[in-house]
């Protein structure tokens, strides 16, 4: 197997500029576990005082549901906190991942960056595509097609393809048990609520931003961090791609410094927070234009639609 070149901070950094830049913090990565839930909570108050601001809610809730899976993330490279336990425990129970399945499948996408055994390749081999097919996709996200694809459409081939007098029963069971945070979450969240005749947030304000914002700026984020990255690319400072994200996109698209993907895979380790401070060094020592960057989402998504639409022969 091709393992994905790395990069050394020794190469770039003393070891007085590394040692704070490597630091987990004690606070700051649960601070933003926090900030996200905080989040959550006054949208979701905003919309029920308000609720001509629910789509405005919906936005804001999907933003922070990618945050959490982003800081779930980070957790999976033990950057969220110093202590591990702590780290671990942070990140299977506040925020909305897994880190059993996600952190070994995870790392071997660090390990194998744009090579051929990266698992996650199949996210940014088919681009460019054209601009049709990305409005498709897009459709798809925002209309729940693409949610129900990936979470309840294995589920409902099993009930239609179990044989003729198996039990539904142990299907069911089984799903439960698979989508236990899921279904806890539900049941906790109509517990809260449903007394107060607000039984509608769980599904309008949680079920809702899930369903359709989220796969969309998840598919956006996706196709920001590595479309037209080629297959096997041997520089390891162009395995991703950073891109420059105003206020209003960092609100509703790339919370907790995501963007910084380029400055993530070449120091994996490095918590979040601390990557806006590694691209200015970076800049600061003229490595950063060897870097793949771009300026803006809307750049990003031009080039990942710029493939011509095919022109039907004429008869």
């Avoid at 905003?46 to 800081?71: D, E, F, K, N, S």
């Avoid at 899930?210 to 297959?231: D, F, G, Y």
């Avoid at 380790?269 to 401070?277: A, E, I, R, S």
Wanted: with cysteine; proline share 8%.
């Amino acid at each position: 197997m091709s393992v994905a070149a790395r990069v050394d901070p020794k190469t770039y950094f003393s070891p007085e500029e590394w040692a704070p830049l490597s630091r987990r913090s004690a606070w700051k990565g649960p601070a933003m576990v926090a900030h996200a839930w905080s989040v959550i909570g006054l949208a979701g108050a905003m919309a029920v005082l308000w609720p001509v601001t629910i789509p405005l809610a919906i936005a804001i809730i999907g933003g922070r549901q990618l945050g959490l899976a982003i800081l779930m993330h980070d957790a999976a490279h033990g950057a969220l906190h110093p202590n591990l336990k702590v780290n671990d425990w942070v990140g299977n129970h506040l925020t909305t991942g897994d880190l059993g399945p996600y952190r070994p499948y995870h790392l071997g996408h660090h390990k194998y960056a744009q090579q051929a055994e990266d698992p996650d390749l199949g996210l940014s081999a088919p681009f460019p595509i054209t601009r049709i097919s990305l409005r498709r996709k897009i459709v798809r996200d925002l209309t729940g097609q693409t949610y129900y694809k990936q979470k309840w459409s294995g589920l409902v081939s099993r009930i239609r393809e179990r044989k003729p007098g198996e039990p539904l029963w142990p299907i069911l069971k089984d799903a439960v048990v698979r989508r236990k945070r899921f279904f806890t979450g539900m049941a906790v969240t109509l517990a809260l609520t449903a007394p107060f005749g607000l039984w509608w947030v769980w599904p309008v304000l949680w079920l809702v931003p899930q369903a359709t914002w989220l796969p969309m700026i998840t598919r956006l984020r996706n196709i920001a961090e590595h479309a037209c990255v080629a297959k096997n690319e041997p520089d390891p400072l162009r395995h991703a791609r950073s891109t420059h994200a105003n206020l209003i996109e960092r609100a509703f698209l790339a919370p907790y410094y995501v963007n910084y993907h380029c400055e993530h895979h070449m120091f994996m380790h490095v918590p979040c927070y601390n990557l806006p401070k590694v691209q200015r060094m970076l800049k600061a020592k003229g490595v950063f234009p060897q870097m793949l960057s771009a300026g803006s989402y809307a750049e990003v998504l031009r080039l990942a639609s710029s493939k011509p639409e095919t022109v039907a022969a004429a008869a």
